[in-house]
């Protein structure tokens, strides 16, 4: 337990360091890369690159503040697991792993961290071993995967350059700079859940509450975003930010209907954060960079807090999630109401909370911009829905009476609220903080109306929250699964694997136990089983020949001495 407590104040403090060397790398514009070759071989070399820069180390910062709070949260949340010091483990694998990637400016780096991510989220979402889990893992593994092929065969392209940074080189005099650039697209939409590979984001729910709280922030969502921050520049040719604007924006549509029609509240969670990751995509389609990356921070330090009270509400009452069991809990739990009502506002863009900062920006540059009238219809419906979901979650939670039976037994813990106190003021404090450090000097020009029309949309999305908190959708069956199966696509994903395990079974019985089996590798033992016994009969046989040819010749010339 004390090494448990010194682990997560050492990450405390390293994220704090490094987040004023962040600073001062913003402030004097400082970038560094370091790279060391390993190993070179007439025009390619492999070289170990590390890139720092301002974006990198306060992203790292944050990474390290949720992940120790997290920790310290994990303290009770995990406090009857047989398990714990593996899972503490995993935890922090998982963060070196995110860190590993952020500072990769090369691709073959890049694959290292990202396969981390990967694997280790597979490992964290199967954590309670049962039949669920092992779906929800096999679901969120296999996507996962896709993108993991893009980034191999991005390296294996990469080969024809002699080198894998791409800070480094032209990719635009060549064929090959628009195979590179879409399949680093199609990694960056598996990662981080984007349309047609949305599917595994709700099914990663099943990992324990503290790691959905720090997955769904600063890490294994957000590594898709991230790498499109970083090669942003590549989407400008050939019109792929188009396709990413129009991914983004469906995605951000279809999470937000879906979150609308569910009774899970970590589930509810999950959406939101599929539709701040589309919210995200579509910034960076039109080329806002630093916007993109001011969101990811403001969204991570919310939505971590978010996840904690779900997941503080879900320890209390025996594993519940279903939010029409809840109500009335502004009696029980104050503090922890208090905290999720931040977080919820944050999420909303309610005024100067931390995400007004950004979503008041992201809406007013977007008026600005020149977007089709398709797009930008589908930002204003998905901001309205992003208030009447979360508008109706809070009316299940505080507004109905009690119906569990269990709230006389209502209990706080006092690690879980620490954790949740620290990023509650962080979610206060860190948009006007960031803010005033990257658009101090942002000019805004547009009419009255289209400055108060954010005002208008937060009254729309209060009225269709409390429209959908009236409507009893779990009697419409078909509608109901319709949106909770995210359009059907996680039916459709789940018989396309289902199909892919039953083949494999298929090809284990009938390749690789019959035609492998006895012409492959058993063939080819029994082969050299015969030579080597046909060998060593030969050697011995000669062995046997040099000793009597010496036995003789000592004997000759014994004789004649």
């Known amino acids: 337990m004390l090494n448990l ?45 590390l890139y720092f820069d301002y974006m990198g180390l306060i992203f790292i910062s944050v990474v390290f503040l949720i992940s ?14 047989y398990y714990i010091n593996r899972y503490y483990y995993l935890v922090l694998m998982f963060v070196f792993s995110m860190m590993f990637m952020i500072l990769s400016p090369s691709v073959l780096s890049i694959l290292l961290g990202w396969d981390g991510l990967g694997l280790i989220s597979y490992c964290l979402v199967i954590y309670y071993q049962n039949y669920s889990s092992y779906n929800s893992g096999i679901l969120t593994i296999m996507c ?13 392209l990469l080969m024809f350059y002699g080198n894998w940074n791409i800070f480094l080189i032209n990719l635009f005099d060549h064929y090959l700079y628009i195979i590179i650039i879409f399949l680093m697209l199609l990694s960056s939409l598996t990662k981080s859940a984007q349309i047609p590979f949305s599917s595994w984001l709700p099914a990663a729910m099943a990992a324990p509450t503290p790691i959905s709280s720090l997955v769904h922030s600063s890490t294994l969502v957000t590594a898709g975003v991230y790498l499109m921050i970083r090669y942003n520049y590549l989407l400008d040719f050939f019109k792929f930010n188009e396709i990413l604007l129009f991914l983004s924006s469906m995605t951000m549509f279809m999470a937000g209907l879906s979150a609308n029609f569910e009774y899970d509240m970590k589930k509810i969670i999950a959406l939101s954060t599929l539709s701040q990751l589309g919210l995200m995509m579509s910034i960076l389609s039109l080329g806002y960079i630093k916007l993109a990356y001011f969101h990811l921070l403001i969204h991570a330090m919310f939505k971590s807090l978010l996840f904690m009270c779900a997941g503080a509400l879900i320890h209390m009452t025996l594993n519940n999630q279903d939010i029409r069991y ?13 905290c999720m009502l931040i977080s919820v506002f944050s999420l909303c863009g309610f005024f100067f909370m931390s995400g007004f900062y950004s979503k008041d920006l992201i809406m007013e540059l977007m008026f600005m911009s020149k977007m ?25 939670l505080i507004y109905n009476y009690k119906n569990f039976y269990n709230f006389n037994f209502l209990m706080e813990f006092k690690y879980m609220n620490f954790s949740m106190f620290i990023l509650m003021s962080f979610s206060l404090i860190m948009g006007s903080i960031l803010y005033w450090m990257f658009f101090w000097d942002n000019v805004i020009i547009l009419n009255i109306f289209m400055k108060f029309f954010m005002i208008l949309l937060l009254f729309l999305g209060l009225i269709l929250g409390f429209i959908m908190y009236k409507i009893k ?15 059907f696509m996680n039916i459709f994903y789940k018989n396309i694997y289902l199909n892919l395990l039953f083949l494999s079974v298929y090809n284990y019985i009938l390749v690789e136990k019959f035609w492998f089996e006895i012409y492959g590798g058993k063939f080819f033992l029994v082969i050299f089983k015969n030579y080597i016994n046909f060998y060593y009969l030969n050697l011995f046989n000669l062995m046997n020949l040099i000793k009597f040819i ?5 004997i000759f010339l014994m004789m004649f001495n």
């Open 550 to 554: 010496i036995f003789f010749i000592l």
């Open 144 to 156: 996962n995967r896709i993108g993991d092929i893009g980034l191999i065969l991005s390296i294996g």
């Open 473 to 487: 959708f779990y009697d419409f069956y078909k509608l109901n699964l319709f949106f909770s199966s995210l359009w």
């Open 326 to 338: 809840y109500g009335g809990l502004t009696l029980n739990l104050p503090y922890l109401i208090l």
């Open 68 to 81: 120790s709070m997290v920790m310290l949260y994990s303290v009770d949340y995990m406090s009857e697991d």
């Open 372 to 396: 089709n009238f398709f797009s930008i219809m589908l930002l204003i419906i998905s901001t309205v829905f992003t208030i009447s979901y979360n508008f109706r979650m809070i009316m299940y």
């Open 5 to 49: 407590f010194v682990g997560s104040f050492m990450l405390l403090f390293n994220g704090s360091l490094i987040f004023f060397l962040g600073f001062s790398f913003y402030y004097f514009d400082l970038k560094y890369l370091l790279e060391w070759e390993l190993y070179s071989f007439n025009s390619l070399t492999m070289n170990f690159v």
